[in-house]
């Protein structure tokens, strides 16, 4: 669970808008209508939520996800798009996931 006492999502942003937001380059393939309204830890993850995967010591954790966006570096794209996860690669993922939370 995200603690609200520090950090709050202003949902309903597109995937395109929070990519515009990191700087990062916009997701292709009609993913980035993809419409997130709420923050996640990785493994309550599902659609509609964002979250961030930050190594491998969360493999297990992150195979518990059940959809949703993921904010990854680019190496583990792979990983994240296996476990039923939209991908999106950036070098910070937990900077990044911070970010959109503030």
């Known amino acids: 669970m995200i603690d609200t006492r ?4 202003h949902g309903g942003l597109l995937l395109s808008d929070i990519a515009r937001l990191l700087n990062l380059d916009a997701p292709t393939d009609g993913i980035d209508d993809i419409k997130i309204t709420m923050a996640s830890n990785l493994a309550d993850c599902t659609d509609g939520a964002i979250s961030f995967y930050n190594g491998k010591k969360y ?8 959809g949703g966006v993921v904010l990854c570096r680019p190496d583990d794209a ?3 798009l296996e476990a039923g996860c939209v991908p999106v690669g950036t070098q910070n993922p937990r900077v990044d996931f911070s970010s959109i939370l503030s």
Do not use: E, G, N
Request: proline fraction near 0%; aromatic fraction near 20%.
């Open 59 to 66: 493999l297990d954790t992150l195979k518990s996800a059940r």
């Open 6 to 9: 520090f950090y709050h999502f």
């Open 78 to 80: 792979q990983l994240v």
